[in-house]
């Protein structure tokens, strides 16, 4: 049954992790949904959590607009003449990106983006709260503005910020970085002490929170952190990731990154700080509360994907070696 009435909605992305899981959601509660992408690989494909009829289903409902949203003529082309109730911005990443889709579709009821807690500004207070100041020397500036233009625009905007996300189809390498080393029956390299406390939360809890801010009256003109319920330590990440691959405890090996030369290339792939929020807000306003625990949900990532040897980069040792030659004297043999 649909969490709102069947609605027409326009989606940018939608083939890639978060989008694949939330369009599918929405297509399963009766609504109608547009993927407006450049074209350039497959609009649909099948994934685990699909069975062979209900991935048929979904490929038949789909619609699909192959435009680049940053070809502002050619996508006013692509639009013209559309009525879509909602959108749901995925991919958009610059204010720039979305003046264009407001301009041509002035009367939609919603507009959900997907921003990201990174835009927060460092605090010595933790959680970060969906008030707490915005970062403009950030790398995700981009997503600042992008808030800052749809209160501008007074439409009925959300949108959502995630801190890191995981699960199966993930593009970047948060538990993969961890699984590969685990297979690979070698020690994990984690900056500092291994007590920084950050927050993963699941692509799929992630999905029903967006599909439960739409038509939503206590989410108009409102900004939502979702994640996991639990904080955990980087240490915890990669003992948890050993627990869902079914591995041994690993061997952890601290190191301190001020002391190497990586060239550029990150010797681990989460920010060497304390990074988590709160999600109150969201769990009282959405009524929403994340599915998955973490060891669940990195299960569910690893028997769904690495488990099955499917991953978005291959494994790449040169930083781990770099630090073990100088902590241990010795570089692993491969496993």
Known sequence: MASAAPKNILMLGGTRFIGVYLARQLVEEGHSVTLLTRGKKPVTFQIPDDSDDAY???????????????????????????A???????????????????????????YIFCSSAGVYLKSD????????AGDPKSRHKGKLDTESLLRERDVNWTSVRPVYIYGPLNYNPVEEWFFHRIKAGRPIPVPGSGLQVTQLGHVKDLATAFAKILGNPKAARQIYNISGERFVTFD???????????????????????????????PFPLRDQHFFTSIDKAEKDLDWRPH??????????Y?????????RKAADFTTDDLILEKVKGKVPVAA
């Open 236 to 266: 915890g990440i990669a003992k948890a990731c050993a627990i869902a691959a079914g591995a041994p405890e690993p061997e952890i090996i601290h190191f301190n990154a001020k002391e190497y030369d990586f060239d550029g290339k990150k």
């Open 84 to 110: 879509f109730d909602v959108v749901y911005d995925m991919n958009g990443r610059e204010a720039t990106e979305t003046a264009p889709i407001l301009d041509a579709l002035p009367d939609l009821e919603q």
């Open 292 to 301: 998955f625990s973490l060891i669940d949900g990195l299960r569910d990532s």
């Open 303 to 311: 028997d769904k994907d690495f488990g099955r040897g499917t991953f």
């Open 125 to 132: 207070q933790m959680p970060h709260r969906e008030e707490d």
């Open 56 to 82: 048929a289903r979904y490929k038949d409902a789909v619609q699909h607009i192959a435009v680049d949203r940053q070809d502002t003529p050619a996508l006013a082309d692509a639009l013209s003449g559309k």
